[in-house]
């Protein structure tokens, strides 16, 4: 089974930065799809980037420019973290690492990732 442990959220003031970490563990000797998706209060769920299983990187409009995604698959580990640049209040939201085994029909390309974390706060304030 698969367990997804987020860390780095916290208060920030417009435009500085912060660095996500998310770490899986259970079935991390299996291609593993992953993205970090976040959640502001009153609005759906969104993809910031989704990271496949050949090392590549999508990211969201929102994140382009600002977000860097990097992916740690040395060994067993699989760590994928989110440094964020320039944050705004927009960004305060509740963040998601997801995870996803690739059994061979690729990653998902909506949220239907099998495997959460609970959650990190991120605050900006202006």
């Known amino acids: 089974q698969v367990q997804l442990r987020e860390s780095g959220g916290g208060s920030v003031q417009a435009g500085g930065s912060l660095r996500l970490s998310c770490v899986a563990s259970?079935?991390?000797?299996?291609?593993?799809?992953m993205a970090w998706f976040r959640r502001a209060p009153g609005s759906e769920r969104e993809v910031v980037a989704r990271?496949?299983?050949?090392?590549?990187?999508?990211?969201a409009d929102l994140a382009k420019g600002r977000f860097t995604v990097s992916r740690d698959n040395t060994g067993n580990a699989r760590t994928l973290s989110l440094q964020m640049n320039m944050l705004q209040p927009d960004d305060a939201a509740v963040y998601f690492c997801?995870?996803?085994?690739?059994?061979?029909?690729?990653?998902?390309?909506?949220?239907?990732?099998?495997?959460w974390g609970q959650g990190t706060q991120v605050t900006v304030t202006s």
């Open positions: 997801a995870a996803q085994i690739n059994y061979g029909s690729g990653c998902p390309i909506d949220d239907r990732y099998r495997h």
């Open positions: 259970g079935g991390t000797y299996l291609p593993m799809c």
């Open positions: 990271s496949d299983t050949e090392g590549r990187t999508t990211y």
